[in-house]
Nanobody
């Protein structure tokens, strides 16, 4: 069982930056895909970024957000720059084991961007 704990969310003004962290409770090998989704009220969960064999970003965050991971520290990060009010959401970290397939989720961290 893997537990994921997010931190770093909060309130920031538009144009500002935040860095989210997601720490895993046990060793996460590089074979796991890790990343972030987000969800706003009344909207479906949206892909933000993934880090596995490749790095992928949702169209709405490309060029502004950067995902990175430290496998030695079992941690994945999300650097968010040039934040916009529409980035306001609960951000969820995940870690996906490929074989057998299983996805672990964090509890979420709130990011609020004021205009």
């Amino acid at each position: 069982q893997v537990q994921l704990v997010e931190s770093g969310g909060g309130l920031v003004q538009a144009g500002g930056s935040l860095r989210l962290s997601c720490a895993a409770s046990k060793s996460i090998t590089s074979s796991y895909v890790m990343g972030w989704f987000r969800q706003s009220p009344g909207k479906p969960r949206e892909l933000v970024a993934t880090s596995g064999r490749n790095t992928n970003y949702g169209d709405s965050v490309k060029g502004r957000f950067t995902i990175s991971r430290d496998n030695a520290q079992n941690t994945v990060y999300l650097q968010m720059n040039s934040l916009k009010p529409e980035d306001t959401a609960v951000y969820y970290c995940y870690a996906q084991r490929v074989a057998p397939l299983y996805t672990y989720w964090g509890q979420g961290t709130q990011v609020t961007v004021s205009s």
